[in-house]
């Protein structure tokens, strides 16, 4: 998809033509709203968080920030190569819109999209389901097993899918998402103060850097909206 657009985008230099905000009628703070809503996409990766009985802490930290870093520049680079594509949409913006888009960079790209798009979003659920069943057992104190809570998580999943508009249930997510790092946030300041590792200006700098993190989070929680 990326060596698809980088050619696109070539060719549309070539043309001398200009990108053209779609939606300059909307207000700064409703972009910043939109963006908010939009937290889910670029999150995850903390899978090995949960797999503390197979890796010792420094290599599920590492594998975290390596998985971040990578995930980060491909975002990145698909969102900055895809604005001129974007330019070719008339349509109605839905959840398939971007197959539509693709298939004006090359024919093949909606099969390649649709493959992509379902392997990606299987891994995505297992790795997911297994994160939050071991976060359900250790919330318990080991009292639940961690199938349970798979159970209680694709029945809740299943329903949301079924009931709720795709655009509403990823705002949703970004929210739920950015409470769960909003409270990640408070155990990171409460730890730093807490710990005698961390003195002086590092400690100061630590604890400024989570709590504009939660500010920023916190109003993630309040003021996304969905798209459309």
Known sequence: ML????????????????LIDPNENLTVMERLRLLAGLLL????????????????????????????LIAGVIYLLFV????????????????????????RVAEILPALLILAAVMSRFSAAVADTVGAGGLFTELSG????????????V????LLVWIGN????????????????LLQCLVAIAATFRTARVTGM????LITSFAVMAVILALIVVFAIPVG
């Open 80 to 103: 900055i190569t895809g604005l001129p594509l974007l330019m070719e949409f008339h349509g109605i913006a839905d959840e398939t819109a971007i197959i539509t888009l693709a298939g």
């Open 166 to 181: 795709v655009f509403d249930i990823v705002t949703l997510a970004s929210r739920v998402f950015a409470e769960y790092y």
């Open 3 to 18: 060596i698809g657009l980088f050619g696109f985008d070539w060719h549309w230099l070539a043309s001398d033509q200009t």
């Open 155 to 158: 029945a809740v999943a299943i």
């Open 142 to 153: 080991s009292r639940l097993s961690s199938r349970l809570g798979y159970i209680g998580l």
């Open 202 to 205: 590092r400690r100061t700098a």
């Open 41 to 68: 996409i670029v999150q995850g990766f903390e899978t090995s968080r949960y797999l503390g009985n197979a890796y010792d802490p420094a290599m599920r930290v590492r594998s975290m920030r390596l998985a971040q």
